[in-house]
């Protein structure tokens, strides 16, 4: 059960077809597309029946009313005048659609990550967001925190030290 919801959960969040899913992440389970597929239809069903939805599906329907509303973009991108993220390289293509949407009418935005430190591409996310955020917003200025500031000098000669004897 686990195995298939993380199935359905990557198609949203990699906004992939069931079938790139599973060649890319899951080929022994290629030889039950069509079943997979039937299964999948039915869970949407059985949602939609109950009123139900995954986390996922906020996030989905988000972008789609988004995508939909030119005033619902617009309302929201002047409510939410300055949007921040935080672990930017942790977001999926999903969730990177909605930041873009949402700051449609401002760009006001910014985000804080490090693409060397993504750790959820399981669940979708995309270090590649934080590779390309200056060519969905180019105008946003970047600017890198190449000195380490969490730790001094002689706590990381010992972590190395301890490292290096590993």
Same mark, same amino acid.
């Given at each position: 059960k686990r195995t298939i919801c993380s199935i359905?959960? &990557? &198609? #949203?969040?990699k906004d992939s077809a069931l079938e790139e899913v599973l060649k890319a992440s899951y080929p022994h389970f290629i030889d039950e597309l069509a079943a997979l597929e039937e299964l999948y239809g039915a869970f949407e069903e059985f949602k939609r029946a109950r009123h139900l939805l995954t986390y996922d599906d906020l996030l989905l329907r988000l972008r789609e009313a988004l995508e939909a509303s030119p005033e619902l973009r617009r309302m929201l991108s002047e409510q939410y005048r300055y949007i921040m993220v935080d672990e930017y390289q942790d977001t999926n293509r999903l969730q990177a659609?909605? #930041?873009r949407l949402l700051t449609?009418?401002?760009d006001n935005v910014a985000v804080v990550g490090d693409e060397c430190q993504s750790i959820y591409s399981f669940r979708g996310a995309s270090h590649r967001n934080m590779l390309e955020f200056p060519e969905l917003f180019p105008a946003a200025q970047v600017i890198k925190l190449e000195e380490n500031f969490r730790s001094t000098q002689p706590i990381l000669d010992v972590a190395n030290a301890i490292i290096s004897d590993a």
């Amino acid at each position: 059960k686990r195995t298939i919801c993380s199935i359905f959960s &990557m &198609m #949203v969040n990699k906004d992939s077809a069931l079938e790139e899913v599973l060649k890319a992440s899951y080929p022994h389970f290629i030889d039950e597309l069509a079943a997979l597929e039937e299964l999948y239809g039915a869970f949407e069903e059985f949602k939609r029946a109950r009123h139900l939805l995954t986390y996922d599906d906020l996030l989905l329907r988000l972008r789609e009313a988004l995508e939909a509303s030119p005033e619902l973009r617009r309302m929201l991108s002047e409510q939410y005048r300055y949007i921040m993220v935080d672990e930017y390289q942790d977001t999926n293509r999903l969730q990177a659609r909605i #930041v873009r949407l949402l700051t449609e009418a401002h760009d006001n935005v910014a985000v804080v990550g490090d693409e060397c430190q993504s750790i959820y591409s399981f669940r979708g996310a995309s270090h590649r967001n934080m590779l390309e955020f200056p060519e969905l917003f180019p105008a946003a200025q970047v600017i890198k925190l190449e000195e380490n500031f969490r730790s001094t000098q002689p706590i990381l000669d010992v972590a190395n030290a301890i490292i290096s004897d590993a």
